[in-house]
């Protein structure tokens, strides 16, 4: 009989075992991406391994805990493209052929033009939540970004048709960047 209970014991630790390596419950919400960065367009953004769309828009969809956790941090990483439509020197991209495609001139262009991307990664608190909204990434000055998630942030800082400086000031951002 005492075997039993030594069974009994070893599954319920065992069952705990497994229940503390669970995930935590997810959820789907839309993404999008708003940079309040002057003069940069974002090209690409990832967050937690789900890339989020950053043509516009809210994208579909990224996986996010249900619940807010202290301590959580979501790793970011993005591409920007620091003078959108035009290479250094100032030359502009290069008109495509008649029909629409691509000259090898444009295509030159593109390539010295994509390599001045700028790549960041950065580890981030998640600001507490209680209710998920959607996530949006909001890029700010001095290649910070603040992950949105809670439905009342979302108004506290978009709210009142804020403008892009407004965003920043609500966010805490810098308005000078320090040297490097």
């Not at 202290?70 to 030359?91: K, Q, R």
């Not at 593109?110 to 959607?134: G, L």
Request: charged share 20%; net charge positive; with cysteine.
């Amino acid at each position: 009989m005492r075997w039993y209970k030594l069974l009994a014991v070893v599954a319920l630790a065992g069952l705990s075992a497994c229940q503390s390596l669970a995930q935590p419950e997810t959820i789907g919400a839309g993404a999008s991406v708003v940079n309040t960065v002057p003069g940069t367009t974002i090209v690409s953004a990832i967050y937690n391994g789900q890339p989020v769309t950053s043509g516009g828009g809210e994208g579909c969809c990224v996986s996010l805990p249900l619940r807010w956790q202290p301590g959580m941090t979501a790793t970011i990483e993005w591409e920007v493209d620091p003078s959108p439509g035009v290479n250094p020197g100032g030359v502009k991209r290069p008109r495509p052929n008649p029909d629409g495609t691509t000259t090898v001139e444009r295509q030159r262009w593109m390539e010295t033009h994509e390599a001045n991307y700028r790549r960041h990664i950065a580890t981030v608190p998640v600001p507490q939540y209680d209710k998920v909204a959607s996530l949006v990434l909001v890029f700010l000055p001095c290649d910070e970004v603040y992950p949105l998630i809670d439905t009342k942030q979302h108004s506290r800082v978009f709210g009142g048709n804020a403008m892009k400086p407004e965003i920043q000031r609500r966010l805490g951002g810098k308005s000078i960047c320090p040297k490097p």
